[in-house]
T-cell receptor, first 115, second 113 residues
């Protein structure tokens, strides 16, 4: 149980375009979802935390107008990278957790390449 | 704080040997620690966790040791197998800092057959 999926698994886009990444909890209700970014050979960096039905809380240095997060249901959160640039190329990973627990279940990640 | 390395430390071991992966965490007030395994191109996979009121916890082939005095966490893997080759991250949670999961630098484990 506790499976999280992401779609797409990889995406290539042109500079200036927007890309939407979906994160779904398949067999549990994720009251909180997290979005991380990971550059090659580096650790996971938390970008934002979102609670279902509320606005996301962004980490310092993460532009909320550039990385739009929507968590409209208990099983789906989306991350939209707006006006993507090559420096946004990274591995984006989401996770979900249920209310009152520490455990985060991670998705398989989405590889974004901006040309 | 957050530890982000520009490169990953590596550990190379022979198949069948025991592996010890170390992690220095940053917040002395952290309450909960987790070890994750990340294979190339995949998301992190939970291995084992430990609360701050414990100093040792064992799982199947893995043991986590916590030394709060020196803020050190280690993961021991017994009889390391080629399938254990991956990057291993420690992560900490501090409830007095919003309960965010903060990842450590990571160590790349390479198992030679």
């Amino acid at each position: 149980g506790a499976v999280v999926s992401q779609h797409p698994s990889w995406v290539i886009c042109k500079s200036g375009t927007s890309v939407k990444i979906e994160c779904r909890s398949l067999d549990f209700q994720a009251t909180t979802m997290f979005w991380y970014r990971q550059f090659p050979k580096q650790s996971l960096m938390l970008m934002a935390t979102s609670n279902e039905g509320s606005k996301a809380t962004y980490e310092q240095g993460v532009e909320k107008d550039k990385f739009l997060i929507n968590h409209a249901s208990l099983t789906l959160s989306t991350l939209t990278v707006t006006s993507a640039h090559p420096e946004d190329s990274s591995f984006y990973i989401c996770s979900g957790s249920t209310s009152g627990t520490d455990t985060q279940y991670f998705g398989p990640g989405t590889r974004l390449t901006v040309l | 704080g957050e530890n982000v390395g520009l490169h990953l430390p590596t550990l190379s071991v022979q198949e069948g040997d025991n592996s010890i992966i170390n992690c220095a965490y940053s917040n002395s007030a952290s309450d909960y620690f987790i070890w994750y395994k990340q294979e190339s191109g995949k998301g992190p996979q939970f291995i084992i966790d430990i609360r701050s009121n414990m100093d040792k916890r064992q799982g199947q082939r893995v043991t986590v040791l916590l030394n709060k005095t020196v803020k050190h966490l280690s993961l021991q893997i017994a009889a390391t197998q080629p399938g254990d080759s991956a990057v291993y991250f420690c992560a900490e949670i501090s409830y007095n800092q919003g309960g965010k999961l903060i990842f450590g630098q990571g160590t790349e484990l390479s198992v030679k057959p």
